[in-house]
Nanobody
């Protein structure tokens, strides 16, 4: 499975940003696709938002209704709309795909700066 991330990664504080990720190659009928971001303190990755082929969506606890995650099933694409971004949310955002395997995208740098 290949994951191709796209989207402009520069936004001003409290601005909006859209990230997209397209999966291709050996896609199964049941999967979960979404976004994680790198945690600066420990280098790990935390959940931002995921969506399953059942359209069940999960958001990270910090989202608080600011983000919207959607899926285009025909294109195997996930779109993440992020609103009211804060400077502390700058960092690398990774697309993630999971069925009985898991794959990561190359990472997209998100910069939140005036």
């Amino acid at each position: 499975v290949q994951l191709v991330e796209s989207g402009v990664g520069l936004v001003q504080p409290v601005g909006s940003l859209r990230l997209s990720c397209k999966a291709s190659g050996g896609i199964s009928l049941v999967y979960v696709i979404g976004w994680y971001r790198q945690v600066p303190d420990n280098g790990g990755r935390e959940l931002v938002a995921t969506i399953a082929t059942t359209d069940v969506i999960q958001y990270g606890d910090f989202v608080n209704g600011r983000f919207s995650n959607s899926r285009d099933g025909a294109k195997n694409t996930v779109n993440l709309e992020m609103n009211k971004l804060e400077t502390g949310e700058a960092g690398v955002y990774y697309c993630h795909f999971r069925d009985w395997r898991q794959y990561w995208g190359q990472g997209t740098q998100v910069t939140v700066s005036s």
